[in-house]
Antibody, heavy 123, light 108 residues
């Protein structure tokens, strides 16, 4: 059974970058896809992007293209999400979740989720 | 991008009641729809996938139905731990994966 543990809270200034990690246990990352979501305070869920742990292929939401990088380290079973050029409206809890392995798959429901990482962007 | 709409935004119900939550897609998503529960301060938890299949360990009080553009999540006999926010999500056509804006269940 897959279990995902994320890195701790981060405080960043506008214009900086943040890198959030997502440690998988119970299965190897090469057998998983990982999706990244975020949730601004009091708001709903927003999907940011997906990476295949097997191929390294990625897909991301248009609004994040150019600012978002996702990768995996299969030797440590850790997935990473880096968001650059942070703004105050990037303040949110960021989540990773186990997702499907292949692009365009029809089983891309998200289970399980990591516990979330609060990223606060403020000057 | 497929737009997911949930109604109502907030639902006030008594414990023990049966409640039905609604989710509508802007175009057909077949049965490629999931429901999640999010309790305060917690990460979302998968309840239903494939529109009607309960995830592992999910109580039989939760049931999902629908296909195409209209979906429902029914919770029979609400327990205190069921008062939370519920999100639907489509994965029929992605990227992007899209979520509804959520329905908050509160105690009446």
């Amino acid at each position: 059974q897959v279990h995902l543990v994320q890195s701790g809270a981060e405080a960043k200034k506008p214009g900086a970058s943040v890198k959030v990690s997502c440690q998988a246990s119970g299965d190897t990352l090469t057998r998983l896809g990982i999706s990244w979501m975020r949730q601004a305070p009091g708001q709903g869920l927003e999907w940011m992007g997906w990476i295949s742990g097997y191929s390294g292929n990625t897909n991301s939401a248009e609004k994040f293209q150019g600012r978002l990088t996702m990768d995996t380290d299969t030797s440590t079973n850790i997935a990473y999400m880096e968001l650059r050029s942070l703004r105050s409206d990037d303040t949110a809890v960021y989540y990773c979740a186990s997702s499907c392995l292949r692009a365009n798959c029809l089983t891309n429901y998200l289970d399980p989720w990591g516990q979330g990482t609060l990223v606060t962007v403020s000057s | 991008e497929i737009l997911m709409t949930q109604a109502p935004a907030t639902l006030s119900v008594f414990p023990g009641e049966r409640v039905t939550l609604s989710c509508r897609a802007s175009q057909s998503v077949s049965n490629n729809l999931a429901w999640y529960q999010q309790r305060p301060g917690q990460a979302p938890r998968l309840l239903i996938y494939g529109a009607s299949t309960r995830a592992t360990g999910i109580s039989a009080r939760f049931s999902g139905s629908g296909s195409g553009t209209v979906f429902t999540l029914t919770i029979s006999s609400l327990q205190s731990e069921d008062f939370a926010v519920y999100y639907c999500q489509q994965y029929n056509k992605w990227p992007p994966i899209t979520f509804g804006q959520g329905t908050r269940l509160e105690i009446k």
